[in-house]
């Protein structure tokens, strides 16, 4: 935003910055709501899916005779064998929910400092600083929307999972 001469502020600039942000908001809904859609999608990237797309993978490669990408496969489809279980897919989506969570957090309070940031530096009549804070404060805004899409992605996974 750009100060006038007076210190007061021009609202005239802030018409784009509020304009994108409520079509970051409107996208992000949307997006949610086509995810929602999708969820069953999440749920067939099971384990048993995984290994069955494995196991087809190996099968070509052998008919082919790919000895090397076939050893590859195999070891893929032994550790699939060993390690993926219904619930520790649960258990790893919802560490990394936990994991977006917190990185959101630090987004908005990270957020919050720019704009307290954007306040002093109106209050001292620095419109250089303040155009500085904004942009800083538009990608900070960015990353946010970012963060929170992919909570969504990975919720509506989570609640595939657990359907």
């Known amino acids: 935003m750009a100060l006038r ?3 007061t502020i021009n609202l005239m600039n802030t018409a784009p910055i509020l304009t994108r942000v409520n079509i970051q908001i409107r ?6 709501l086509v ?3 999708a969820a069953p999608a999440y749920a067939e990237k099971s384990c048993e899916v995984r290994r069955t ?3 087809q993978a190996l099968q070509l490669a052998e008919q082919h005779q790919h000895v090397e990408k076939e050893a590859g496969l195999r070891k893929a489809l032994d550790e699939l064998n060993a ?5 520790g897919t ?3 989506t919802r560490h990394e929910l936990a994991q977006l969570d917190d990185k959101i957090s630090e987004k908005q309070e990270s957020i919050k400092e720019i704009q307290q940031e954007i306040d002093l530096a109106r209050a001292k009549d620095d419109a250089k600083k303040v155009n500085k804070l904004q942009r800083k404060l538009s990608h900070k805004n960015d990353e946010l929307l970012e963060a929170q899409q992919k909570r969504a992605e990975v919720n509506i996974e989570l609640v595939a999972l657990e359907y």
């Open 35 to 37: 995810m929602m859609a």
């Open 90 to 92: 649960l258990a790893n």
């Open 83 to 87: 390690h993926c279980t219904h619930a």
């Open 5 to 7: 001469q007076s210190g």
């Open 27 to 32: 996208a992000a809904s949307l997006f949610t």
């Open 53 to 55: 797309e494995m196991t």
